[in-house]
């Protein structure tokens, strides 16, 4: 089974997301991404899923015309993981 982040971990985790905000439910952390039009972001989504597959952790997501938001939970573990953390990590590097 996953375990969730401990709060100390959750902090450390946090401290390197900065543009990632702690979520209540689902118990996660969750970012908006605001893009130039519509293609720029389903582009990036497209990109993100097949990040997504490989790790075999899928977010859970929305998107209207430039903006995807993303919200990353464990629902295995009832809570943010470290599957999480590194999916996020992974989504942030997409756009260096």
Do not use: C
């Amino acid at each position: 089974m996953i375990a969730t982040l401990t709060q100390e971990q959750r902090a450390a985790a946090l401290a390197e997301l900065p543009e990632w905000t702690v979520v209540a439910e689902p118990d996660g952390i969750s970012r908006r991404f605001v893009f130039s039009d519509f293609v720029a972001a389903f582009g990036f989504m497209t990109r993100v899923a097949i990040l997504a597959e490989k790790a075999d952790h899928h977010p859970e997501w929305s998107n209207v015309y430039n903006r995807v938001d993303i919200v990353l939970t464990t629902h295995d573990a009832g809570g943010l993981s470290q599957r999480d953390v590194d999916l996020a990590h992974a989504i942030n590097s997409l756009l260096e």
